[in-house]
């Protein structure tokens, strides 16, 4: 279909076939953009009818319009159908929270997770009892299980039969941060759930995708038994056969710090480094084979062959993961055009990667490995390509490492990550030691403890832990480095990032003298500038007040903005080790709306649902006072990170631009849900009262409906919005508060099917009862309150979530708020 529409495009130029591949590409990415999935029958539709005009256009200018529509809606179609393919997989409303029977076979390596659980994914052959009374075609075929309650044991086997208690899709809904349900749908998981009994099931039948699952387990049980006194085994299991299941917090901690994760991805690095060794061995092999064994052509086939050999082998023990494949895609299109192909643009096997990529995998585009890897290939390809002369290893080893971090980091900047300056000095030297020691090492090592049916194996883990050891203390020390380092680093919008890093590549590319001191002048005056401005930081003004509540599943965390003041009313739950809302939620959203410094941090009590992460917030921004409903509790929690302490729930009003704080406290309780800080937000001009109940139960709700409480029941408003006190639990929200409240509208900050059941249906029916409009934050994710003259507009995020968030018939469009 590409050659068809590209027709008009000669060899000659070297750019054939790149405009279609660009507008294919573009029509991929552009799904995932939208909040409708498009129908891709019409949408094939329309592209055969752009192709018929494009092929009879006569004018050129036209026809080249039409061909590169046609390939756009084409990759759009391409992407539309696969998705359509994947959100028909569908768990029935009615079947989450049974308990159900499925048999099928372990299509990962299972991960030790939180409380003893263990996690893996299991391929669904069979539903037991459902052949009969529902369409199976239409259930998932590939699910998310955690077993808890094992007791140590593990799975029998890879084929098995489980009881299982599943969900749809589901996880919390913010403008920035970590989406589950962006992960769950990229990797084709349509339910998840917990096990319940575990039990061998021979009748599995175990075709070609399920033997593959089954040998590559096989392999990493033989790593496991060979390698796991190591010291430096999760590091070894990664690089070799891409589990990463044994890498501990502190590991990833230092590869996050110094900017080295992709060390331990099996990624084009790895592969590439496969690809050389093999052609290195082709090449010898070539050069002592007997002369009229074929010519240069068919020894380069033959060079060719092993490469392709190599790396298929090496992408198949380390798993076959999404990054490995798409690895492997883009090393074997290049050494198909290094080995065999004609002079062309070096931006030939470039396009032709991206487009095998999109075509095996139009999911893709949800990767941030995606983004980076092409655009690490980019970058380099822009810095070393049309050179009169080779820089030299070390040279050219220092010209990629300042390219690759200039030109990712506004990529990363956009994708809502940071670029740690401290890895620019880690992969300086991490890169070369793992590609010329590391890697050659490991392949050597367990080749030989392979032949030597384990004689070797003690000389050989002392071999690993040593080269292993030394980048991890290399890594290790950098982090020392990396936080001092970050606080003098200036901050800047992706925009900016952009422009200095096409300064960058530019001076890398082109090292005119003068252009080079005249650049480096500027760049130093940003700096000094920016890192000048960072000492005292400072929030953007804004126009209208603005009350952001996100979605924390199970939790609480309100922010405040009004003028270039910030309140942040809770900071969701946190379980140590293993989430924390301040980190996955509070910290992104904070940073994309450009806050930077917290004036008033209210904890309404020192329950971990809503005073988590403490430590982390305060330490990654500045923050003012400080108070809660529990002080000591809060001030444990901080850990001593507080300059100022944290002061008690405040008695006296505060006013901000527009904005009255009035806060209320229980006088007779000092601890626990009833010592909450309950907050009334007043906004004068709408006439509007947001409230804030932390976690009150019945008994401080008759203290505030009471002679001591407050006045605030009896003070008319147009619009009055109530966060349901304890997330809706049955403890709270009685009935004489209910009616006395007179809400316009009650929200809900619940988990989604949480154990606790929130809100539970008593308070749901009190409510509803008394007129009183919900909304749920587990079925709205989150929800803005944006005060004006006419009244608070509320927008809830699941309307403007992309189609597989969203869509119809999914689990958020179904999840009615009660």
């Not at 669904?124 to 955690?146: C, F, G, M, T, Y």
């Not at 082998?313 to 490995?324: C, I, K, N, R, W």
């Amino acid at each position: 279909m590409s050659d068809l529409l590209c027709n008009d495009q000669t060899p000659e130029t070297g750019e054939r076939g790149i405009p279609c591949v660009i507008a294919f590409s573009c029509g991929v990415i552009l799904l995932y953009q939208l909040t409708v999935l498009p129908p891709h029958p019409w949408l094939f539709l329309a592209m055969f009818v752009l192709a018929g005009t494009a092929v009879l256009h006569k004018v050129t200018i036209l026809r080249r319009l039409c061909q590169w529509v046609a390939l756009l809606i084409l990759g759009l179609a391409w992407a539309s159908w696969h998705a359509d393919a994947r959100l028909s997989e569908r768990l029935p409303g009615e079947l989450e929270g049974a308990r159900l029977v499925v048999s099928g076979y372990v299509c990962d390596l299972p991960q030790t997770g939180s409380f003893d659980s263990l996690r893996f994914s299991f391929c669904v052959s069979r539903w037991h009892d459902r052949d009969e009374r529902a369409n199976v075609q239409s259930l998932p075929r590939k699910i998310r299980l955690s077993w808890y309650g094992r007791d140590g044991k593990t799975l029998p086997g890879p084929l098995l039969k489980l009881d299982v208690v599943l969900k749809r899709p589901h996880g919390t809904l913010n403008s920035e941060g970590f989406r589950y349900e962006n992960w769950l749908f990229r990797h084709g998981y349509r339910a998840t759930g917990t096990v319940r009994a575990v039990t061998k099931d021979a009748t599995v039948n175990c075709g070609w995708h399920c033997r593959y699952h089954r040998w590559h387990q096989w392999v990493a049980a033989t790593a496991h038994q060979r390698f796991s006194q190591a010291r430096q085994y999760p590091l070894i299991a990664s690089l070799l056969i891409g589990n990463r299941g044994d890498l501990t917090d502190q590991h990833w901690q230092t590869l996050r710090a110094t900017g080295t994760i992709h060390l331990v991805a099996i990624s084009g690095l790895h592969l590439g480094l496969v690809a050389i060794g093999a052609g290195l061995i082709a090449r010898r092999l070539a050069l002592a084979a007997p002369a009229r064994w074929g010519g240069e052509r068919a020894r380069r086939r033959a060079g060719f062959v092993l490469v392709l050999a190599a790396c298929l082998f090496y992408a198949l023990v380390a798993g076959f993961s999404v990054p490995t494949q798409r690895a492997l895609i883009m090393v074997v299109v290049g050494g198909w055009y290094l080995l065999l192909a004609q002079e062309v643009s070096v931006w030939r096997p470039y396009a032709v990667a991206l487009f095998l990529v999109l075509v095996l995998d139009p999911f893709a585009p949800l990767d941030q490995g995606f983004w980076l890897s092409f655009g690490a290939v980019a970058v380099l390809i822009m810095v070393f390509s049309g050179r009169m002369g080779s820089p030299g290893w070390l040279k050219g080893l220092v010209l990629a490492q300042l390219a690759v971090f200039a030109g990712l980091w506004p990529l990363l900047a956009g994708l809502g990550q940071s670029q740690p300056v401290a890895g620019l000095l880690a992969n300086l030297l991490a890169i070369p030691w793992v590609s010329f020691v590391c890697m050659p090492v490991l392949f050597v090592g367990a080749f030989l403890v392979l032949l030597s049916g384990g004689a070797f194996t003690g000389w050989v883990i002392s071999v690993f832990d040593l080269v292993l050891g030394l980048l991890m203390d290399w890594l290790v020390w950098v982090e020392t480095l990396a936080t001092p380092v970050a606080a003098l680093t200036p901050t800047a919008s992706p925009a900016l990032l952009a422009m200095l890093a096409g300064v960058v590549l530019l001076l890398l590319r082109y090292p005119d003298r003068h252009f080079r001191l005249m650049a480096a002048g500027l760049i130093g005056v940003w700096m000094l500038v920016s890192t000048g401005a960072d000492q005292s930081p400072s929030n953007p003004t804004i126009d209208r007040p603005e009350i952001r509540l996100w979605d924390v599943g199970q939790g609480l965390s309100v922010l405040v903005r009004v003028g270039n003041k910030v309140l942040v009313y809770d900071t969701g739950p946190e379980l140590r080790g293993v989430f924390s809302a301040v980190e996955s939620t509070l910290i992104p959203n904070l940073r994309a709306l450009a806050v930077r410094k917290i004036d008033h941090l209210v904890l309404s009590h020192g329950d971990s649902d809503h005073a988590g992460g403490l430590e982390q917030l305060t330490t990654t921004l500045a923050v003012g006072l400080i108070s809660g409903g529990e002080p000591e509790v809060v001030a444990d929690k901080l850990g001593g990170n507080s300059v100022f302490g944290v002061a008690a729930c405040p008695t006296e009003n505060v006013r901000w631009q527009g904005l009255s704080f009035e806060f209320w406290h229980s006088n007779s309780e000092q601890s626990g849900n009833d010592a909450s800080c309950v907050l009334r937000i007043h906004h004068a001009e709408s006439s509007t009262d947001v409230w804030l109940t932390g976690d009150i139960s019945r008994r401080v709700e008759a203290e505030m409906l009471g002679s001591g409480g407050v006045a605030w029941f009896d003070q008319v408003v147009e619009n009055r919005v109530v966060l349901a006190p304890h997330h809706g639990s049955k403890t709270s929200s009685s009935a004489a508060w209910v009616n006395a409240l007179n809400a316009d509208r009650v929200i809900y900050t619940a988990g989604y099917r949480h154990r606790f059941g929130h809100p539970h249906p008593d308070v749901v029916d009190r409510y509803r009862a008394a007129g009183v409009p919900t909304l749920n934050t587990a079925c709205s994710g989150e929800i803005v309150i944006t005060l004006g003259r006419d009244g608070p507009e509320i927008s809830e995020l699941r309307h403007s979530a992309p189609f597989w968030i969203g869509g119809r018939g999914l689990t958020r469009d179904q999840c009615n708020s009660p």
